[in-house]
């Protein structure tokens, strides 16, 4: 006889975790299976852990400084201990230059008063005086390092920024996913690693279970999708995907990991940078080092691949990416071995997540979280467990969709804002800002 479960949830990454917690919080018996050995161990671990509250709509806006409350009181969320430690929030604050291709971030700030967010401008003389090693001149439009003109400052005025005070990044995000997995497991939930899921399968028109690469058959009245990149594979699986208006699929990253140059104490007195004049987003790593990720500006090739089949190599683009970070430390030397992480982000088609049902009934799905939820995770986790309640009782989401009510900041979201359904958002950045 198969195993039976409340819910079946493909993967466990933070969101999977989180989603676990949330339904087990609720007094479902879940159960997690993931293909690689231990939680957080895809996307998740090449995470930059970034958290930010500036989105280009109101939504992401709230969701992201619902989440900020979360990782402000991690050990509160948890409410659990981790044999292995809790997973530590550097508030640096986030700085943004104000740039063309932002609007001067006059339409984020207006999302931050309607939303309380606080913010502050700084000029060059405040960002100097706390990164003094920083290149204030315009660079825009990003190039590549073979293009002309790359690296030759232009325009007069040196560069301002907003400066979010709340904001900075998780030092480990899969530690952040093990007290989460410890968390749900302290209520019952279970996880199963090396287990991969293979098989969607249905019993008349409902979702009836999940059969393992083993042959293994389990079964649940509830499956959710929560497999990353993968998710796109998952939902092909299901049969879902061809009614789906927005879909996912997976994109090449490539983020590098530098040296501060000697004299500059990165670690301490930088932040969390986004800086679309150079098409970089930076952060503080340990032992004085720069994460560096990609904005993906229009000059780079994006690349979309097959999740079981991509060039785990660091390519060119590491030393792109560096080069263009350099323009705002010169002294920022491009190291000969290159270190830090390739992997994937799960894209949707406007970079905006969907957290829904789907036309299978009892079949959800957390998915496009295209590089830029790990902050939200433990909201979509909340979210997740609300909507399944929800249409699980008989409700028509898509008909009438769920209003949530965000605990920590009192807001409420019309969840058809992450429809499957949705048309395009216009809004959107369509790039990894959201
Ligand atoms: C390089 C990089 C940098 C990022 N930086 C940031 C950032 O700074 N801030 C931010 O907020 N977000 C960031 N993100 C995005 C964030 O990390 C993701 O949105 C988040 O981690 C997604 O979590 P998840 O649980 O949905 O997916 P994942 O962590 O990818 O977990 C999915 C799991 O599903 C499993 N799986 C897939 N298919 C199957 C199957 N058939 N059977 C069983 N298991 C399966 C996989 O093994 C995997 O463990 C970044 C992402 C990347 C890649």
């Not at 706390?130 to 003109?149: E, Q, S, T």
Request: charged content about 25%.
């Amino acid at each position: 006889m198969a195993e039976q479960y409340d819910a079946i949830i493909i993967g466990a990454g933070i969101i999977g975790a989180c989603t676990a917690l949330e339904l087990a919080r609720k007094g479902q018996r879940t159960l997690n299976v993931d293909r690689l050995p231990a939680a957080g161990y895809g996307s998740t671990g090449a995470s930059c852990a970034i958290i930010r509250t500036y989105y280009s709509t109101y939504e992401g806006c709230a969701m992201a400084w619902e989440g900020y409350h979360y990782w402000k009181d991690w050990s509160d969320y948890l409410a659990t201990e981790d044999e292995r430690g809790t997973a530590h929030f550097y508030n640096t604050g986030c700085l943004i230059m104000k740039t063309d291709k932002n609007r001067y971030l006059e339409p984020v700030c207006r999302y931050m008063d309607e939303l309380d967010i606080p913010w502050e401008t700084w000029g060059p003389e405040q960002i100097n005086a706390r990164m003094p090693f920083y290149d204030l001149r315009h660079f825009a439009p990003v190039k590549r390092p073979d293009d002309d003109g790359f690296g030759i400052p232009a325009g007069a005025a040196p560069l301002s920024a907003v400066f979010f005070p709340c904001g900075g990044y998780i030092n480990d995000p899969q530690l952040a996913t093990h007290n989460v997995q410890r968390a749900a497991e302290a209520l019952g939930a279970e996880f199963r690693f090396n287990q991969t899921v293979t098989e969607i399968r249905r019993d008349g028109d409902r979702v009836a279970g999940v059969t393992l690469a083993s042959g293994a058959r389990i079964d649940a009245p509830v499956v959710v999708n929560v497999a990353g990149p993968h998710s796109g594979k998952v939902n092909r699986m299901a049969g879902v995907e061809d009614e789906m208006r927005v879909k996912t699929r997976a994109l090449r990253q490539e983020v590098c990991h530098v040296p501060a140059p000697p004299g500059f104490d990165y670690e301490h007195d930088a932040m969390v940078t986004s800086d679309s004049d150079i098409g970089c987003y930076g952060r503080p790593e340990t032992g004085n080092h720069i994460l560096i990720g990609s904005e993906d500006p229009e000059c780079d090739e994006r690349e979309w691949v097959d999740p079981d089949h991509y060039q785990h190599e660091f390519s060119e683009q590491w030393q792109t990416q560096v080069m263009r970070y350099a323009q705002r430390i010169p002294k920022l030397g491009i190291p000969s071995h290159p270190k830090g992480v390739v992997d994937l982000y799960d894209v949707s088609d406007d970079w905006i997540p969907i957290y829904d049902k789907s036309d299978l009934p009892g079949y959800y799905m957390a998915i496009g979280t295209s590089g830029n939820q790990f902050k939200n995770a433990p909201v979509a986790g909340e979210m997740m467990a609300e909507l399944i309640e929800y249409c699980q009782a008989g409700h028509d989401h898509d008909a009438e969709p769920l209003r949530f009510t965000l605990r920590h900041t009192g807001r409420e979201i019309d969840l058809s804002f992450c429809s499957r359904l949705r048309e395009i958002n216009a809004a959107s950045s369509f790039s990894v800002l959201g």
